[in-house]
């Protein structure tokens, strides 16, 4: 029903900075809230980022002031995640997710994307 697509991620220093970038495309549907996760394996995924269709905002408490959540305003099902001074410990996979209003039930449904590996290392 809904694809997500997430591009981004690699192999930085500490200090450094990478964008995510993340796009929902299928059946006919409206935009609710996105997100974006991350997990360390053996850890259970964590919220870092949230965004509404409304563009309000939301951060752990770890990223704040660091990384920013965003909707790209000509590729409107389209969110990026921009990170700056990165640090060792922000090394996880992360998760793109799109909670979406189906336009064929008005009911919600969540969609993931694959994953990408974020490595933050000397």
């Known amino acids: 029903q809904v694809q997500i697509v997430e591009s981004g991620g690699g192999l930085v220093q500490p200090g450094g900075s990478l964008r995510l970038s993340c796009t929902a495309s299928g059946s006919l549907f409206s935009l609710y809230t996105m997100h974006w996760y991350r997990q360390v394996v053996g850890k259970e995924r964590e919220s870092v980022a949230t965004i509404t269709s409304r563009g309000v905002t939301d951060y752990a408490d770890s990223v704040k002031g660091r990384f920013t959540i965003s909707r790209n305003h000509t590729t409107k099902n389209t969110i990026q995640l921009q990170m700056n001074n990165l640090e060792p410990d922000d090394t996880a996979v992360y998760y793109c997710?799109?909670?979406?209003?189906?336009?064929?039930?008005?009911?919600?449904?969540?969609?993931w994307g694959q994953g990408t590996q974020v490595t933050v290392s000397p």
């Open positions: 997710n799109f909670v979406v209003i189906l336009h064929s039930t008005a009911q919600t449904h969540s969609a």
